[in-house]
């Protein structure tokens, strides 16, 4: 018979190099899985997927084991029995943990174990001599991921069943559990080493009784406000659907049961459902009740046609406000309450979401919606119950030649000046922001699948000039926006834009004066006032704003010599730091004050 091919592992990987590695299974190919010819494997079948066994997991296998001239000493399979043990503990000869962690699940190999990979110089009398090399053929049934999640043996996690998909759910989302926990006893260290070489027990097949179970339908709570913290540990590392069993400490289980000293909390664990929570925008929060098959991931954007079935009540839920209806509408044109628009944007086609609106501003109807115009005025809010039955995306910016981004940019301008007269601040920082992206992914070169050519309209250079301005007029009137909101650090940012493609931009010039003051940053803002008043001198709402300025810095140095003296006076006689605090506390807070009392904001730009 042919010598079998040996392939040796590679380790050092040199992406660099133009070697080829190959790391599919092959049948019948030897790998030299240890690098020094202790433990060779060769598949004879191959198995499912790609995940293996790591250490610490529970195995499950069926094996044969003989000498190199064909005698068997041992087989799980003539015992009709599989056999268990934890991978990686030094449970079983050394070749086993190394080969039996490289296989994947139904994968059928062979293992050659030397004998210092295997029984050594003693052998195993009277079946295994000394020195010896031996065979085992190894199919892999399975394997329970046993994972210590707290990483002080709190929480013990064992997965009886795979989950599905790839996500866990995260502190905000709302889970739906099904439990069940027993006591048992924790094993001495004598008596975990003797069940090591034995099957083990659950708690249930042991017949230890019930302490505490989930309610029928299983128990619903966000993952934050889980019971104990042994279930919130765990969960935090599940996937939907998955089956585990939890072994708790006392101190994880306490909220589920009472546990006494010296014993732990077995715990039959499934999670049921995962209903995922997410923020689209202050005061909108969304809960998935139904996740859409397949895996697109695609979602509606503004000015996409989207068909919803939409129903929505009070926030208590004693009122319906609209029964169930199919309604189809353009995103970002005004035609549905603009909470429930934002959740919408983040959804898949087919999925079903709760969505809340707590903010009144969002949760008003326009004149003429489709949805939510039964929503009375002054509502503390409302609940959506939305399916996304379908949507047709707007182009995209990419797919957009430099006209249309153009249009889009100014579309947007509109939209963030009407936002921002109608006192809607929000969605005006969302308009001026699009349309400073869709302005500045303007290029020299037209890149886009449809390129205009110059006959199609304006040229090149006239294109970039006029994307300039609409930058310099909508970064000037975000910063506007985020000035009456108080966003100081935002104002200051987009301020700052406008300046550098305009240094002399006196609107600039003011609004990032205003932000600098609200940021405490007194001297940077008398440098932006005098450089506006270099180009307008008699400019009046400069003159203004440095008026108040020039107080504010008084009153600065007025309290922090105060501040000095007593620092000065104290010298010796023990700390003033209460005082001091309350200074420093201070001083950001009355230049907040200043800023919030100067001089409105210039007009939004046309």
Request: hydrophobic residues 40%.
């Amino acid at each position: 018979m042919a010598e079998p091919v040996i392939e040796p592992v590679p380790q050092d990987l040199d992406m660099s190099d133009d070697a080829e590695y190959d790391f599919e299974d092959k049948v019948g190919v030897e790998k030299d899985l240890s690098n020094d010819g202790g433990c060779k494997k060769t598949i004879l079948r191959k198995g499912e997927g790609w995940q293996v066994p790591e250490a610490g997991d529970e195995v499950t296998v069926h094996y044969v084991g003989t000498l190199l001239d064909g005698t068997k000493f041992d087989s799980s399979r003539d015992r009709g029995d599989y056999f268990t043990f934890v991978l990686g503990q030094g449970k079983v000869i050394k070749g086993w943990d190394v080969g039996v962690a490289s296989m994947k699940k139904g994968e059928l190999a062979n293992l050659l174990c030397r004998a210092d990979y295997a029984y050594g110089a003693a052998g195993s009398p009277p079946t295994i001599p000394p020195d010896a090399t031996l065979q085992f053929e190894v199919e892999l049934i399975s394997w329970k991921s046993v994972k210590d999640i707290t990483g002080d043996g709190g929480v013990i996690k064992t997965i009886v069943s795979e989950g599905q998909g790839w996500q866990n759910p995260k502190p905000a989302d709302e889970v739906v559990v099904t439990y069940s926990a027993r006591l048992r006893p924790s094993p001495s260290p004598e008596e975990a080493a003797a069940a090591a070489a034995k099957k083990p027990q659950s708690a249930a097949e042991l017949g230890l009784p019930v302490v505490a179970s989930s309610p029928e339908g299983g128990a619903v709570f966000e993952v934050s406000q889980a019971p104990c913290s042994g279930f919130a540990a765990a969960l935090k590392s599940m996937k939907n659907h998955e089956k585990a069993v939890l072994l708790l400490k006392p101190e994880y289980a306490a909220g589920v049961a009472e546990v006494p000293e010296g014993q732990q909390l077995e715990v039959e664990f499934t999670l049921a459902e995962v209903h995922r929570v997410d923020t689209p925008a202050a005061g909108v929060t969304k809960k998935i009740l139904a996740e859409p098959q397949g895996n697109s991931y695609m979602k509606p954007s503004d000015g996409s046609t989207v068909t919803l079935a939409v129903s929505c009540r009070s926030l208590d839920g004693d009122t319906v406000y609209e029964e169930e209806k199919e309604v189809t509408f353009v995103t970002d044109e005004g035609q549905v309450p603009e909470g429930l628009e934002l959740a919408v944007n983040s959804m898949r086609a087919e999925e079903r979401a709760l969505i809340t609106v707590t903010d009144p501003a969002l949760a008003a109807a326009p004149e003429g919606a489709v949805a939510g115009g039964g929503v009375p005025a002054g509502a503390r809010g409302v609940v959506y119950d939305a399916t996304l039955r379908s949507f047709q995306k707007a182009k995209e910016k990419w797919e957009m030649n430099n006209q249309e981004k153009l249009a889009s940019a100014l579309s947007r301008k509109e939209k963030g000046n009407a936002a921002y007269k109608a006192g809607r601040l929000a969605r005006a920082a969302r308009q001026y922001g699009a349309a400073v992206e869709a302005a500045t992914s303007i290029q020299e070169r037209d890149m886009s699948p449809n390129p205009a050519g110059d006959a199609d309209g304006p040229s090149t250079a006239a294109l970039l000039a006029q994307a300039k301005e609409v930058r310099k007029a909508c970064a000037n009137n975000w910063a506007a926006v985020e000035l009456k909101r108080k966003n100081w650090a935002e104002a200051a940012k987009q301020a700052t834009k406008v300046l550098e493609l305009d240094p002399s931009n006196i609107k600039a010039l003011y609004r990032r004066a205003q932000a600098r003051i609200g940021l405490g940053e007194l001297l940077e803002a008398e440098l932006d006032i005098k450089s506006g008043l270099l180009t307008e001198p008699d400019n009046a709402d400069l003159t203004a704003l440095n008026r108040k300025l020039k107080v504010q810095m008084r009153e600065l140095n007025k309290k922090e010599a105060k501040l000095y003296g007593k620092m000065f006076a104290a010298l010796g006689k023990g700390s003033s730091d209460a005082d001091q605090q309350q200074q420093q506390q201070q001083q950001p807070a009355d230049a907040a004050e200043a800023a919030a009392d100067g001089a409105a904001p210039m007009e939004a730009d046309a």
